[in-house]
């Protein structure tokens, strides 16, 4: 798959499949390899982590030059807590060299709650400025306004929490990255999809593709650490009731979360202009849960 196929499909009102892909602690990629090859045929891009949860990996921008040698397109990830402004264009530019187009922009989980939790936290810009950084780039400036050699081509994008215990403010800032040049947004996990469906309503018209968050539920514990931990995640007692009432029993569990991850996806595809699964080391289940929700790349069964 060549790069650009993302921007193609979304731009021509396509519902769209992303998946969540974390890269390693290391430098053996093979794991990651056969997700990706797994879910080639029924995802369309790839979103490759940055440190996901502050815990240090490997360079996204790195894994995306691979998968596109593989001919998978990815979404590389951008945060701000690690790099500052300076840093961060230099990371875009990379990215551009080596043939990535697709970039999503945001905060980052603290360092404090990650594997370093002594490292410096960053947050030079905001996602709305990251994005005001990388539409600077691709018109042939860096962010100061001084002029590059050569001009980058990005497709860029953000996240939106429509799960936010504040959802005007989260609103707000919807808006302004959607200003700022965000072509489309990913959301944090649903799985209330009427509470989905409110914010949409209350955001008013949106100009943008917007892929709703979803992770199965592997656990009760699961669960429970999300609502929890997690800002904007509220697993809802009755999931956790269904999940709960198998026990220790593995394999019913699993059936259990299928049913529940497929009710949500099946409301989700007319709710959503997309799906963006994070799967959390159950990417061998997307399959079954795509196919049992009627949904596949090119729209629903």
């Known amino acids: 798959m060549e790069t650009g196929k993302l921007e193609q499909r979304m731009k021509a009102g396509d519902f769209i499949l992303t998946c969540e892909l974390t890269p390693p602690k290391g430098i053996d990629l093979t794991t990651l390899f056969a997700k990706a090859d797994l879910l080639r045929d029924k995802i369309d891009a790839f979103n490759l982590t940055e440190s996901h949860s502050a815990r240090m990996a490997m360079d996204p921008v790195a894994v995306g030059h691979l998968l596109l040698d593989r001919g998978i397109e990815p979404i590389v990830q951008m945060t701000s807590r690690d790099k500052n402004r300076i840093a ?12 990535i ?9 603290p360092p404090k709650n990650g594997d370093h939790p002594d490292a410096k936290p960053v947050f030079d810009l905001f996602a709305s400025q990251l994005l005001d950084a990388a539409d600077a780039l691709r018109s042939g400036t860096d962010y100061m306004g001084i002029a590059l ?12 929490n429509p799960g936010s215990p504040n959802p005007k403010v989260e609103i707000e800032n919807m ?13 944090q996990a649903v ?20 892929l709703a968050g979803l992770i199965p539920i592997k656990s009760v514990k699961m669960a429970q650490y999300m609502n929890k931990r997690v800002p904007g995640i509220n697993v809802p007692d009755y999931y956790i009731d269904k999940i709960a009432a198998h026990g220790k029993d593995k ?38 849960i795509l196919n049992e929700a009627g949904i596949t790349r090119w729209g629903t069964a």
């Not at 961060?88 to 043939?99: D, F, N, P, T, V």
């Not at 808006?175 to 959301?187: E, M, N, P, S, V």
Request: aromatic content about 8%.
């Open 149 to 160: 050699s050569g001009t980058p081509e990005f497709f860029v994008g953000s996240v939106v």
């Open 175 to 187: 808006h302004r990255k959607i200003d700022a040049g965000a072509a489309f947004l990913q959301t």
């Open 251 to 288: 394999e019913r569990v699993i059936e259990t979360s299928h049913r529940i991850s497929t009710e949500i996806a099946k409301s989700l595809r007319q709710e959503a202009s997309g799906i963006h699964i994070m799967a959390i080391g159950w990417e061998d289940k997307i399959p079954t």
């Open 191 to 210: 799985y209330d999809v009427t509470q989905f469906s409110k914010f949409m309503k209350m955001a008013g018209s949106v100009s943008v593709p917007v």
């Open 101 to 109: 187009r697709n970039l999503v922009f945001m905060g980052g989980d």
């Open 88 to 99: 961060i264009q230099s990371s875009m530019l990379g990215a551009a060299a080596l043939g």
